[in-house]
């Protein structure tokens, strides 16, 4: 890893932007239809789904022909969330697939308790199945849709949750009465979770955080070390979870705020999908370029040895993706969710996606100015992010009234 230096990074890198237009050219010209193209499926645990190993992750568009074209290319996956977008993202979906069978395509959206501790994990008086219920039957509404296909818990933090019976009732409930067809949890990176979900033997799907970055330094943090993501997934998959793998980007792209520093994403995804254990992945699509980008690997998930240097020397740079790992916030003076504010961190500047870092900010109530009272710092980062310079910059985003922001 350590023979590749920057130059060679960025000329790889570029290399590799450049061969992209070449293909997506090609694809503009005259690509063969969705019927000729060789798809590779894979099939979603025990729910039999047969999906692309690429779907869409809706999150950041909000162009209703990219959706169609997705559809048009041979995608039929889509993730979306209660919270994304404010609901607008949810809406987007249901005016575009009020046109379509229902049985043509798969949605999966997600519904976050409130009132867990962002710290522990763990849910408290103000996590209800009521309120989760409520917030489930608005996204139908907005969808247009009498059920989804998949209900995902959103970002359990903790095993506790996975098991937290008002809330999981209410989904069991909500699948017997066909308003969803699965149930599932959505994780960042917490193999406990998943862990949690195996043995609790009730769920479908676990949608999880899994990239070519996290995996590293997961393996190289964990107690024992070579406990992580990969044993996991398999002991999900052995089980019939269904897999979806996020964040196989692993920063939404680039390696720096300045991004100029681009990840070559054909090899995340590729990587991602090396794992058999993975069913699909869902990079975010919000421009028709990565839409082509992506639907090129539907037929090939081959790692080519250009492919594997790019992930090698991306491996090598800090990034902008926290792990998620926790290591930080024992020793945090304000019991700050740093995970979380990373995670905001890469959102403004990985995916230039300012608006759910907004969101995400305002959602954790930290403030503009969390580390205003410490003079040093009193953790540390796994990745050595200097975490009071990374939170002080982002956490201005509140100040900014969410009617200014522009993504
Ligand atoms: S500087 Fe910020 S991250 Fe560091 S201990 Fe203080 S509040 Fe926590
Ligand atoms: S900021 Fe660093 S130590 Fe903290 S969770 Fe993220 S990667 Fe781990």
């Not at 570029?14 to 090609?26: I, K, P, Q, Y």
């Not at 190289?220 to 406990?227: A, D, G, Q, T």
């Not at 090396?274 to 919000?286: A, E, K, L, Q, W």
């Not at 690997?297 to 020397?313: H, R």
Request: net charge positive; hydrophobic share 40%; proline share 5%.
């Amino acid at each position: 890893m350590g023979k590749f230096n920057r130059r060679g990074f960025l000329k790889s890198g570029l290399m590799g932007v450049a061969g992209v237009v070449t293909l997506n050219s090609g694809i503009a010209a005259g690509s063969p239809s969705k019927k000729e193209k060789k798809i590779i499926y894979r099939t979603l645990g025990k729910t039999g789904l047969k999906i692309p190993v690429i779907s869409m992750g809706v999150m950041s568009a909000n162009n209703p022909s990219l959706v169609k074209a997705a559809i048009d290319k041979g995608i039929t996956f889509f993730d979306t969330a209660n919270s994304y977008q404010n609901g607008k993202n949810e809406e987007m979906l249901g005016e575009v697939f009020k046109d379509y069978p229902r049985d043509s395509f798969i949605i999966a959206t997600k519904v976050e308790p409130n009132g867990v501790d962002l710290k522990t994990g763990m849910p408290s008086d103000a996590t209800t199945g009521e309120d989760f219920l409520e917030k489930f039957n608005t996204s139908l509404k907005r969808l247009r849709m009498d059920h989804v296909d998949i209900l995902y818990m959103h970002e359990a933090l903790s095993p506790e949750m996975v098991n937290f019976k008002p809330i999981v009732k209410v989904m069991q409930k909500l699948k017997k009465e066909g308003k969803t067809r699965f149930i599932g949890v959505s994780t960042h990176n917490l193999p406990k979770v998943i862990d949690a979900m195996v043995d609790a033997g009730i769920w479908d799907v676990v949608l999880t955080t899994y990239n070519f970055l996290n995996t590293e330094l997961i393996r190289k943090n964990s107690e024992p070390p070579v406990k992580g993501m990969e044993i996991a997934i398999k002991k999900a998959s052995d089980a019939g979870l269904g897999v979806v793998a996020m964040k196989v980007l692993a920063g939404g792209g680039f390696l720096d705020k300045e991004r100029t520093k681009p990840i070559n994403t054909t090899a995340a995804i590729k990587w991602a999908l090396s794992n058999p254990g993975v069913h699909t992945t869902i990079p975010g699509m919000t421009n028709f370029d990565q839409l082509d980008l992506n639907i090129r690997i539907l037929e090939d998930i081959a790692l080519n040895d250009m492919e594997k240097k790019d992930l090698a020397l991306a491996q090598s740079e800090a990034g902008l993706y926290c792990t998620a790992c926790n290591n930080c916030v024992p020793n945090c003076k304000r019991n700050l969710p740093i995970p979380k504010i990373m995670r905001a961190y890469m959102y403004a500047y990985g995916y230039a996606n300012n608006e759910l870092a907004h969101t995400l900010l305002t959602g954790i109530a930290t403030g503009d100015n969390p580390c205003q009272s410490c003079d040093t710092c009193s953790t540390a980062c796994s990745k050595n992010f200097n975490l009071k310079e990374k939170i002080t910059d982002i956490s201005r985003l509140v100040n900014v009234p969410a009617d200014f922001i522009v993504t």
